[in-house]
């Protein structure tokens, strides 16, 4: 919807409304919920919470304002800069003796494995805007766009951070199959991870293995590793339809659900809305996916097609991958809910994602007059 | 294949196509959610609510008060002591290693009683209190109370104890109680009331047998607990409901005389009311102290138990299994009789009988004997020569009839009921088991080693009482633990000549010239009746007879028998192992206890002058022999 009167000014006006209200209405929602989550208290979460959206809203509009030009220009140097990053990340790690995600540069802790995600999509989209359309079907256009995707996952990968490493490989997938690579990449690439799952599983982390363990039959070990699932089936489960109301979930309160305010914050969420405040959740987050395939659908120029469709995707593929396993139909990967969850990573990424979603949606608007 | 060429039309007609694929997979993912969503909170909700609830409601368990075992008469034999104890939380404890230090200082623990607990201190969770001691002192108890302002956690509470007033008394009778063990715990389904301090379920005898009625129903106090296992909030308790009173057939006092009366022998004494069948005593000695047992009994004090040559640890009266000896004979003529025999019929005896070419010894030359001389002189030869008549199956029905060799329906945790030969039996058992048959075909000198209660014959001490109930009464008495009977049990149908007949000869037994003449009892108008019996260990080896020689090896001393002659009320039978001789060591002590229930103070004037040649009563015996065991365990401890 468009708020066109003569009262608010044009720049005001020009914003995708539609996507802010729907946005808002997620944030609402997490802080609420952080607030019940401490107990009725704005802090520690709540407040902070409520500052680190503005925070990365405000980056977002900003990122709305960068011609695609720009970022165009500027996609492979920032994609570089990042896997150097991480690359450091990993020598850090090794000196150190210890898994290590983290840059620290004294005033702030940078995880380059966040950046990454909407950076292998741009990068993507950028390899395929500049790959004539004759060669999307050979050779060429698929092994220089699969290194820049392999790289990056294989370096999270070993981090190890799977759920992070996942994301990043399906927002670039996602680009490659809308950029229109023949299918039967996929299909065979499919076939073929299907097939290398048990040789997978015998090369997991033992804690990883015994998370897929635990996912399958969560109730084999309730007090221990299946815990999470377990507890949080039950604030989920034990909040019905219409919720133990707020501020009473006994779940969350009374410390049985763990980490029920970052990776569990909808079951402290839907233990006390119900299943009422859970389908309006994924209901809104449904509709901002919604919106930036729309976007990706009517944008102008072949980058802003396939960075849309990618952004969206790992948007999408942020929050269904947490409520799978925040329900028991995913394993425990560690990846928290976006603006819902307490922490800055998951609301950076997708303010970022959100930011040039609604970028790329205002220049396709005023397509015509920047010519 | 080459791919066909590929045009910028190509590519926004497949950019479209495969946008709708995407957006239709992340529709089937988004609809997934909102299933899996509904299925949860709708589907599955009540199951998750009632999770939910059971995570937030949580009981502190206060134990239920276990029910009284009193006797018939309502006198308790096993109650609850209020005592002292200490219990820890440890979710509440702030510093650990300075409280359990103070602890073991003030209450003088063990280092054993500190490592059970640190154990038990880490593998607890949440609310569960770990017990720091029991039956604390009362000096203790109030230094403990006086410093629990420094020691957070520390719960000194008031509990219960199990208290068995005659204490090794009714050990066989009663069992005992004691905290339960992990397979116990595991076998209720890990009920969580078995691991609360303070809890004991009952491990022996009637404690265990009626653990259900005697338990009753735990209370609590209902608190919201947070997962680490903080109080939240304190809910609506839950009242507790003790457990139910169990009234034995017991006479209390005449358990604790025959219990004291059998003094320092390793023997039995049983007697039931002969018309309707309660126990009114069954005592076993030497016993456990059930009192030690239940406060958790000392691994010195148990191997000291166990090796005892008296077997304390053995109920003798079920679990002992004896050749009765001659105390079957009064049975064996009722058999004689339901065969035909003429009670009058006489039998020369010359010492012994004679089948083919080996003579089978009576202890005397009776001369003739009819069936009632036969029973007062105990008379092997009747008994061979007649038993050899009629064939031992006869006699074996008979036995059956009488209780011998049966399995009664009691509350016992286990009997063992012993062997009624016949040959049938036989020659089942040729096939089972060839060590204790070497042949099939029952012989006649089977049958009259079993006419003189030796062979194959194996009984137990209750069915000997049953046997002379059912005798004095001619009644199908059946024996009865638990409350009190008024009504008689039903005829058994026998001819009351026959039984005439057997009570004459067991009356001349006592009170004419027969074996047990010197047990006459004391009481004006009250005459017993009774039949002695001697059991032998081991095989007789040339001369000797059992009646020297080491304790181990001398023959059982046993006593059947019934008062008064003339309107019987009472039944019973004593066994003392190794006691020489029925007349001698048995027949004595049923003759005291008799006269308890006639005469209370004669009974106890003589008890009080054997009690003083023991060198003290059953309770100071017991006492001395509790010191013993703890400086012995004591010794070896800092050994």
Known sequence: MMISSAIIPQPLARLPWRLIWLVALICTIGIITLFSAAGGSWSPYALKQGLIIIAFFALAIMISYIPERFIKSVTFPTYVAILVMLVLVEMIGFVGKGAQRWIDLGFIRLQPSEFMKPAVVLVLARFYDLLPASDVRRWRGLWPAAMLVLVPWALILVQPDLGTATMVLVGGVTVMFVAGLPMWYFLSAAGALAAALPVVYTMMHEYQRKRVLIFMDPEADPLGAGYHITQSKIAIGSGGIWGKGYLNGSQSHLDYLPEGHTDFVFATFVEEWGLIGGVMLIVAFAMVVRWGMSVSRRAKTRFAQLAAAGLSMTIFFYFTVNLMMVMGLAPVVGIPLPLVSFGGSAVMTVMICLGLLMGIERQSRSRSRLG | ?639
């Open chain 2, 1 to 639: 294949m080459k791919p066909s060429r590929f045009t910028a039309a190509h590519q926004s007609m497949t950019f479209s196509r495969r946008m709708m694929l995407v957006g239709g997979a992340q529709a089937a993912f988004g609809g997934v959610l909102l299933a899996r969503l509904g299925y949860l909170s709708i589907a599955q909700s009540e199951h998750y609510q009632l999770l939910s609830e059971s995570n937030r409601v949580q009981l502190i368990i206060v134990p239920p008060r276990r029910g009284w075992i009193v006797d018939r008469a309502g006198k308790p034999i096993a109650i609850n002591r209020s005592d002292f104890r200490v219990d820890i939380i440890p979710e509440q404890v702030r510093y650990p290693t300075q409280t359990l230090r103070a602890l073991a200082e003030t209450l003088k623990l063990t280092p054993d009683d500190v490592d059970r607990i640190i154990k038990e201190f880490k593998a607890s969770r949440g609310y569960q209190p770990v017990q720091i001691a029991e039956n604390v002192p009362y000096d203790q108890y109030a230094a403990i109370t006086v410093r629990l302002p420094e020691m957070p956690g520390v719960q000194p509470m008031r509990g219960f104890s199990r208290y068995y007033p005659t204490g090794p008394a009714v050990g066989h009778l009663v069992g005992y109680v004691g905290a339960a063990n992990a397979k116990e715990h595991e076998a209720e389904g890990k009920n969580p009331l078995l691991v609360t301090p303070g809890f004991k379920i009952g491990k022996e005898g009637i404690e265990k047998t009626l653990e259900k009625n005697l338990r009753g129903q735990p209370g609590g106090q209902r608190v919201e607990l947070t997962a680490r296992g903080k109080l939240v909030r304190e809910l609506e308790p839950k009242p507790d409901r003790s457990g139910g009173t169990i009234q034995l057939a017991i006479d209390a006092g005449l358990q604790e005389y025959a219990a004291r009366r059998l003094g320092e022998e390793s023997g039995s004494c049983t007697i039931i009311d002969c018309l309707t069948g309660d126990v009114l005593c069954m005592a076993s000695m030497p016993a456990y102290d059930p009192n030690s047992f239940s406060d958790g009994i000392g691994q010195t004090e148990w191997r000291m138990l166990s090796e005892d040559p008296r077997k304390p640890l053995t109920n003798k009266i079920l679990s002992s299994l004896y050749p009765p000896g001659s105390t079957i004979k009064p049975m064996n003529a009722l058999a004689l009789q339901a065969a035909g025999v003429d009670p009058d019929e006489t039998i020369h005896c010359p010492g012994g009988y004679r089948l083919g070419n080996r003579f089978f010894r009576c202890l005397g030359r009776h001369g003739s004997v009819n069936m009632r001389r036969a029973i007062a002189k105990s008379c092997n030869t009747y008994f061979y020569a007649m038993g050899h008549r009629v064939g031992y199956d006869r006699i074996a029905e008979m036995a059956k009839r009488m209780g011998l060799g049966q399995k009664f329906d009691m509350p016992v945790v286990s009997q063992s009921f012993g062997t009624v030969p016949d040959s049938a039996w036989k020659a089942r058992k040729y096939k089972e088991n060839r060590r204790i048959v070497e042949r099939p075909d029952w012989t006649a000198s089977d049958t009259l080693n079993a006419s003189i209660g030796q062979g194959f014959l194996i009984l137990n001490p209750l069915q000997l009482a049953v046997m002379a109930a059912r005798i004095a009464s001619g009644r199908d008495v059946q024996p009865q633990l638990i409350g009190v009977h008024k009504q008689p049990a039903p005829l058994l149908g026998l001819p009351p000549e026959h039984l005439d007949a057997v009570r004459g000869g067991m009356w001349e037994v006592v009170n004419g010239d027969g074996t047990a003449g010197a047990s006459r009892l004391q009481v004006p108008g009250v005459e017993m009746c009774g039949k002695t019996g001697t059991a032998q260990v081991r095989k007789i080896v040339g001369s000797q007879r059992g009646q020297s020689g080491d304790w181990k090896y001398r023959d059982h001393g046993l006593f059947v028998f019934f008062a008064p002659f003339d309107k019987p009320r009472y039944a019973g039978s004593v066994v003392i192992e190794h006691g020489l001789g029925g007349a001698r060591a048995a027949a004595p002590v049923a003759k005291d206890c008799l006269t308890y229930l006639f005469d209370q103070p004669q009974a106890m004037k003589r008890l009080a002058e054997l009690e003083t040649q023991w060198g003290g009563t059953l309770l100071e015996r017991t006492a001395r022999r509790q010191a013993q065991f703890d400086v012995i365990s004591k010794a070896n401890l800092s050994a």
